[in-house]
């Protein structure tokens, strides 16, 4: 498999065709993806505003895959710090594995995170690179104020399980309060939507701004 700088630097080369850099961009997101592949898009979408149509901006491609990548390198320097400290208590006897488990390891299926795979516009409003140094700080055990994903300070949703109640972020829908049966549930988003009208880009208008008509067309 090539590797997440060989397609960076298809997204950056401007003699490929506009589809070919797009799709690089999506490979790019199968290396890493801090907010999971299709949230991940949907953000980057937004915050390097990728128009409907490629050809009206070509350069959001690059803003796109740049703010990925800078938020790479944060996440590859944190893991290989924790590589190496995981290693030295192996060789010190402490096989267990610290709970909870770094940000980058949690599963989608029982994770507080879970509605950004279940509903993909529900994720943090962060810069990748500014997710990644507030999961890094809390990581090295920083208090930080408001929701652990993305700092809103603002008073919980609750959301009904039919058997409970869940207490989800106000700015990403990440659990604050789980269900008290202590399973994880699905997320039924408010907004029907589809993986293929994210990649094409439903959402946006063809300059790039968020498309006001979305999801009525």
């Known amino acids: 498999m090539t590797s997440f700088l060989t397609h960076r630097a298809r997204v950056h080369d401007s003699f490929l065709p506009l589809h070919r850099r797009h ?41 796109a895959v740049e703010e990925l990548h800078e938020a790479r390198v944060l996440w590859r320097a944190r893991a290989e710090e ?35 795979y279940d509903a993909p516009f529900h994720h943090p409003s962060l810069r990748l690179p500014e997710y990644v140094r507030r999961q890094n700080a809390m990581l090295d055990g920083a208090d930080l104020p408001g929701c652990p994903a993305c700092g809103d300070e603002r008073p919980p949703v609750s959301n009904s399980t039919g058997h409970g109640w869940v207490e989800l972020c106000r700015g990403c829908a990440w659990v604050l309060a789980p269900c008290p049966c202590g399973q994880r549930h ?32």
């Open 186 to 217: 699905q997320v039924v988003p408010e907004t029907p939507f589809n993986w293929n009208g994210i990649w094409r880009r439903a959402h946006m208008s063809d300059e790039g701004t968020p498309n006001a008509h979305w999801p009525a067309v």
């Open 82 to 116: 924790y590589t190496a400290q995981r290693r030295a208590e192996k060789w010190a006897g402490r096989r267990a594995v610290a709970n909870p488990r770094p940000w980058w390891l949690r599963s989608w299926w029982d994770g507080p995170h879970r509605a950004w």
């Open 23 to 63: 799709s690089a961009l999506r490979t790019c997101l199968t290396c890493f993806a801090p907010y999971g592949l299709r949230a991940t898009y949907h953000h980057l979408t937004l915050s390097a505003a990728i128009p409907r149509r490629l050809e009206a901006d070509p350069d959001a491609l690059v803003r």
